[in-house]
């Protein structure tokens, strides 16, 4: 009660609706020996749940350490949240609308596998029959938690934490799941039309970073905009370091096997967020700024985010590419939008809805069926233009769709409850006057 605050407008029978649903819906569940099952990718995806899953508490120290003092226990809550939020939804009727039976190709029916049911006894999904069904899901929760998550940091000192979780259900309703499934299920828009995504590009970091654009924008400027001075620097490393590692499950894990490709896709990976920290740090060098650690961290970010929907497509020359270009244009974007005064705090649209844009374009540039035969079209580069075409309608779409529910979500949970905190509540921190907790 006490954590929905007193003035808010959010239902508080959560728990018992929750106990009612599991009583009168949940079924014994019957699990199943398959003999196809491969206990080397079973292991591997195991690990890479847990991999995936270590970047969101690596999340929370990347922001934490990028904000003011005071607002560094409530950065990192709105973080560490998600995993308990998106985790509830996502057993109850999430998976479904991701992988449900598709309905029109944009969401999934949400009754499919409701409240986790025929989740452990179903057979293996035809993306990944090496691994049990119910390891798959799992393996997708993860991704749907870090990726409101990820918004955090365009709002961040100045955003009401229970307006924050309401606005995180809907967004996981109506904008990751619809686009998730677009991507992802054999029957969405967006797979049927072409569109290459191998870990999550359009599906978290275009989704993420656009929102928090759109979410910066509604929020106008907070009251010290001008002032910005990072908590704790090696925070920011920490959990730099915490994301690195994970997204060795984020992008190898996307193979669903103990396999070649993942291999590839962990190459990809690691030289992608190499030359992307590489060549931020070239690009501040040569305006005369000296080499920083947040640079460092930041570069290394978008390369990651850049190699993303590459990497299990692409060359591992290529993805030095890719990580470079990204860093470069996500740096000029940055430095845009400090002129521009748009108050994105930690830079969010630049690294993620940016560096996704980036990686999204030139997965349809590099991308090559050595690599992987699931590549019908080869990328530009190899001298067929299609595969680019593709992913150029794919995100303008996708882009279009994301604005239009990211307004419509943040002026529903502004009417229900006001995002915003007070000028005083946010001059006095809102570690204390959202948490009554303190550094």
């Not at 979410?215 to 370091?241: D, F, N, S």
């Not at 990580?323 to 939008?337: D, E, F, N, P």
Request: proline share 4%.
């Amino acid at each position: 009660m006490y954590l929905l605050g007193e003035k808010s407008k959010v239902p508080i029978f959560f728990m018992g609706f929750l106990v009612f649903m599991s009583l009168f819906f949940v079924k014994e569940p019957i699990v199943t020996q398959d003999a196809a099952l491969n206990a080397a990718d079973v292991s591997w995806m195991l690990t890479s749940s847990a991999l995936v899953l270590i970047m969101t508490p690596g999340l929370a120290f990347f922001y934490g350490g990028m904000v003011k003092k005071k607002n560094v226990i409530s950065t990192m809550l709105q973080s560490f949240i998600c995993m308990a939020v998106v985790a509830v939804l996502w057993i109850v009727f999430g998976f479904s609308l991701v992988f449900g039976e598709s309905v029109g190709g944009f969401i999934g029916n949400p009754m499919t596998y409701f409240m986790f049911n025929n989740v452990l006894e179903g057979q293996p999904w035809e993306g990944a029959p090496t691994i049990p069904f119910a390891l798959f899901a799992i393996y997708q929760l993860k991704f749907a938690i870090i990726t409101p998550a990820l918004i955090t940091g365009a709002f961040s000192e100045r955003i009401r934490f229970t307006s924050y979780v309401l606005f995180i259900c809907l967004f996981f309703i109506f904008i990751y799941s619809p686009l998730a499934h677009a991507t992802w299920h054999p029957d969405g828009i967006l797979m049927k039309m072409g569109v290459l995504d191998f870990a999550g590009g359009t599906v978290v970091h275009m989704s993420a970073g656009i929102t928090a654009l759109v979410a910066a924008l509604y929020l106008r400027k907070g009251v010290e905009t001008h002032i910005h001075h990072p908590a704790r620097i090696t925070y920011v490393l920490l959990g730099t370091g915490l994301l690195w590692f994970g997204w060795i499950g984020f992008n190898a894990g996307s193979a669903f096997s103990a396999s070649e490709l993942a291999v590839t896709a962990l190459i990809t990976t690691s030289t992608a967020s190499g030359a992307g920290a590489l060549t931020y740090i070239f690009f501040d060098a040569a305006k005369g700024v000296k080499p920083s650690a947040m640079g460092c961290c930041i570069g290394a970010v978008i390369g990651l985010v850049a190699i993303t929907p590459a990497a299990g497509f692409v060359t591992a020359g290529h993805s030095l590419v890719i990580g470079a270009v990204a860093a470069l244009i996500s740096r000029t974007v940055i430095t845009w939008r400090t002129r521009s005064g748009i108050d994105d705090t930690l830079d969010v649209f630049p690294s993620h809805g940016v560096g996704g844009m980036v990686g999204m374009l030139l997965t349809g540039v590099f991308a090559s069926q050595s690599i992987n035969p699931a590549v019908t079209e080869q990328g530009l580069f190899f001298g067929e233009s299609s595969l680019f075409v593709t992913h150029l309608v794919g995100l303008i779409g996708a882009t279009v769709f994301i604005v239009i529910m990211a307004i419509l979500l943040l002026k529903i949970t502004d009417l229900i409850t006001p995002l915003r905190v007070t000028d005083a509540d946010q001059d006095r921190g809102l570690d204390l006057s959202q948490h009554d907790e303190c550094l």
